[in-house]
């Protein structure tokens, strides 16, 4: 199983709000990492976790917080965004220690108004 | 140094053709070089991948061709299906800890019936 499931699929948020976004793997991946992908354009690295511990911050605004709680979970929380944040947030995880095979979910769709 | 640049942005080729996609990068340290495959409304998928002591890899209908010298690698795709239609993203990475994935900026892919 080659999986990686995001959740929700679909969110619409206002500026104010604070929302979270999920992932979940079962691969018994060590790596994990948080991706934006804006349309018509490759993903964009934004959090790398290794061993449940931040290792890569792509100078991400705070209003991106991640959390890995466990090997398998993966959260981004999210407070304050902007419209320009509007983008496909995908999550993937890596069974290599260089991030070189990595299994990517479908991605939360995410709208700011 | 980081980058890899990838051609043409879009292609359109008859079902039964060849798709050919090119990328080209500088940075002689990177040592894997895998393509990835996105549908609409999904997330990327590992396609096919090369290192650099090989010069051709063949998966099914997918060969990398890979010209160390010339800094530049490429996808064919051969018998080009309309299933096949999707964006294609080269990528590049470097076996050290700490690495991450340097991704061309994508082709689209539509292959008529």
């Known amino acids: 199983d080659t999986e990686v499931t995001q959740t929700p699929k679909h969110l619409v948020m206002g500026m104010t709000n604070k929302k979270s976004l999920k992932c979940e793997q079962h691969?018994?991946?060590?790596?994990m990492y948080w991706y934006k992908q804006k349309a018509k354009k490759p993903p964009e690295l934004m959090f790398v976790?290794?061993?449940?511990?931040?290792?890569i911050n792509e100078s991400v605004p705070s209003r991106f917080s991640p959390e890995c709680p466990n090997s398998s979970l993966l959260n981004l929380h999210l407070h304050a965004l902007q419209p320009e944040d509007s983008a496909l947030y995908l999550c993937?995880?890596?069974?290599?220690?260089?991030?070189?095979?990595?299994?990517f979910g479908a991605g939360t769709r995410l709208s700011v108004l | 140094q980081q980058q890899v640049k990838q051609s043409p942005q879009s292609l359109i080729v008859q079902k039964g053709g060849i798709s050919i996609i090119n990328c080209a990068y500088e940075?002689?340290?990177?040592?894997?070089f895998p393509w990835y495959q996105q549908f609409p409304g999904k997330g990327p998928a590992l396609l096919i991948a090369?290192?650099?002591?090989?010069s051709e890899k063949k998966e099914g209908r997918f060969t990398i061709s890979f010209n160390k010298s010339a800094k530049q690698f490429s996808l064919h795709i051969m018998d080009s299906q309309p299933g096949d239609s999707a964006t294609y993203f080269c990528?590049?990475?470097?076996?050290?800890?700490?690495?991450?994935?340097?991704f061309g900026e994508g082709t689209q892919l539509t292959v008529n019936p």
């Open positions: 940075n002689t340290a990177f040592d894997y």
């Open positions: 691969m018994g991946h060590r790596a």
């Open positions: 090369i290192r650099p002591d090989v």
């Open positions: 993937a995880s890596s069974t290599d220690p260089f991030g070189n095979i990595q299994y």
């Open positions: 976790y290794s061993y449940e511990k931040l290792s």
């Open positions: 990528a590049a990475s470097m076996g050290v800890s700490g690495s991450r994935l340097t």
